[in-house]
Nanobody
Framework: QVQLVESGGGLVQAGGSLRLSCAAS????????MGWFRQAPGKEREFVAV????????YYADSVKGRFIISRDNAKSTVYLQMNSLKPEDTAVYYC?????????????????WGQGTQVTVSS
């Protein structure tokens, strides 16, 4: 079992920045690729970013590429999402998730464990 707890969400103006954190406990953190997803009201949960087990490789959704940065600290069992140049359409609940799937998992069904989510609201 892996427990994931997100933090860092909040209300920010368009153009601003936020940094989300996701602390993991339980099984060995470095065994899992880590991803961020988001879900806006009335919409399906969508992929945002994923980082490899070592942290050496990342992959982003086109909608956030160049604005968001995913990183991880395996010594602290924590994954981060730095969000810059935020737009109102980035408003959603953001979830971190852990995947034992090889490669770059980008689908919700690739993930074994999920956090409870943190709200991000971007005002125009």
């Amino acid at each position: 079992q892996v427990q994931l707890v997100e933090s860092g969400g909040g209300l920010v103006q368009a153009g601003g920045s936020l940094r989300l954190s996701c602390a993991a406990s339980g099984r060995t953190f470095s065994r899992y690729a880590m991803g961020w997803f988001r879900q806006a009201p009335g919409k399906e949960r969508e992929f945002v970013a994923v980082i490899s087990r070592s942290g050496g490789s990342t992959y982003y959704a086109d909608s956030v590429k160049g604005r968001f940065i995913i990183s991880r600290d395996n010594a602290k069992s924590t994954v981060y999402l730095q969000m810059n140049s935020l737009k109102p359409e980035d408003t959603a609940v953001y979830y971190c998730a852990a995947s034992s799937t090889l490669g770059f998992p980008i689908h919700t069904y690739d993930y074994d464990y999920w956090g409870q989510g943190t709200q991000v609201t971007v005002s125009s």
